[in-house]
């Protein structure tokens, strides 16, 4: 595992951390690690080039089959990563990916992961191909590879094409169904967080379906599951569960879960879950406001749940609470789990109508 240390980065063992735990969910286990301090990213390799001839001595010694960068790379840094390491090599955008993969069941999951695959390796095999046709051709003449290149890349684009369109379909349906919700004056409320927060099990609380899916792994949920509720005062409200958000998720992996995150944008309110045990829970939260922004749900009104609270002490509980309160919005400490302080949640919900069109 690698990763650079760049001036404005002050999170790299966080994103580190985070990546280990991520390979660890692909049964991947971390042998070595190697970061350099740089003051910009190196165009032929990402690291200096020193630095990538060291890492394949690293990568021998500890017998380490796969390299995995922590920062993003590009089609030209990835392909000479490999050629010098001789090893194959991944960046995190590709290792969220193949989680994403693993986790797709239903058809809607699977197509959006498999769009988000083609946008992935397209820029990649164009990359490719240039350097195959460079190597081979000479003047005014065609590479060796490069038809075989093309013909992939023609494959791959007329499938994106088409994923996109039946994901359109898919998109066009689900607003309609929501536009019949805000006629029917029942509002909604999306749940969204970091991955693993416990956005699902506060669903199955809520609604007492057991069927919803919880877990101890990333990204668990990969698609949007609406229910509905009736509160202790009687009201009707729907909840939409959403897929989970990580650091730096790749732009791909957004644009092509756009159907599926829209859920949370045209939400009336957003729960936004976080883990009361979580170390970093500020900077967790700047990730997921700086999400929200992008996916274009970041004016919406919203309420943070610190949950689990069945770990943490009372004294945690209490300080995490009053770190939030500059924020001005409604923070209510709860256990999904074991349901303790669910019932204060209820209130937060009084005074909220669906949207007008
Ligand atoms: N101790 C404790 N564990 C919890 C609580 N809520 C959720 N969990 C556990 O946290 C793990 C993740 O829960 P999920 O509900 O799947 O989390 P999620 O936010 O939906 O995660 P993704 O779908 O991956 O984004 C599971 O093992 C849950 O049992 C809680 O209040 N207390
Ligand atoms: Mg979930």
């Not at 030209?76 to 590709?94: G, S």
């Not at 164009?126 to 060796?144: D, E, F, K, V």
């Not at 045209?266 to 500020?282: G, R, S, T």
């Not at 001005?328 to 669906?354: E, K, Q, R, Y």
Request: charge should be positive; hydrophobic fraction near 40%.
């Amino acid at each position: 595992m690698t990763g650079l240390q760049l001036p404005d980065r002050d999170d790299l063992e966080l994103l580190l951390e985070e990546l280990r735990l991520l390979l660890a969910n692909l049964d991947i286990e971390v042998v070595a690690v190697s970061t350099q301090k740089k003051a910009r990213p190196d165009p032929a390799f990402l690291i200096g080039s020193g630095k990538a001839e060291a890492l394949k001595v690293l990568a021998e010694g500890s017998q380490a089959d796969l390299i995995v960068c922590n920062d993003m790379l590009t089609p030209i840094q990835l392909a000479n990563l490999r050629a010098k390491t001789e090893r194959e090599v991944w960046d995190r955008a590709l290792v969220i990916t193949k989680i994403f993969e693993k986790r797709a069941v239903t058809a809607e999951a699977k197509l959006q992961v498999e769009l988000a695959r083609c946008r992935y390796e397209l820029p990649h095999l164009r990359g490719l191909g240039r350097q195959m046709s460079n190597a081979g051709a000479g003047i005014g003449t065609r590479g060796p590879g490069e038809t075989e290149f093309e013909r992939h890349r023609r494959k791959l684009q007329v499938r994106a094409v088409d994923i996109s369109r039946k994901l359109e379909e898919i998109r066009r349906r689900r607003d309609s169904q929501r536009k019949q919700r805000r006629r029917n004056g029942v509002p909604t409320i999306a749940l969204v967080g970091y991955t693993n927060s416990g956005k699902t099990t506060l669903l199955k609380r809520l609604c007492g379906d057991e069927k919803l899916y919880a877990a101890d792994q990333l990204f668990a949920t990969l698609d949007t599951a609406v229910r509905s509720v009736r509160s202790p005062s009687g009201r009707v409200l729907l909840f939409a569960d959403t897929v989970g958000f990580i650091r730096e998720l790749p732009p791909q992996l957004i644009a092509a879960f756009r159907a599926t995150l829209e859920e949370a944008t045209q939400a009336d309110m957003l729960l936004i879950v976080l883990d009361i045990n979580d170390p970093d829970i500020l900077a967790t939260y700047d990730v997921i406001q700086m999400t929200l922004q992008e996916i274009g749900a970041a004016e919406l009104p919203r309420t943070i749940v610190l949950n689990k609270i069945d770990r943490a002490g009372s004294f945690r509980v209490a300080r995490v609470k009053e770190q939030f309160r500059g924020e001005n919005i409604p923070v209510c400490a709860l256990s999904a789990l074991t349901g303790v302080g669910v019932s204060d949640l209820w209130g937060v919900f009084d005074w909220l109508s669906p949207r007008r069109e």
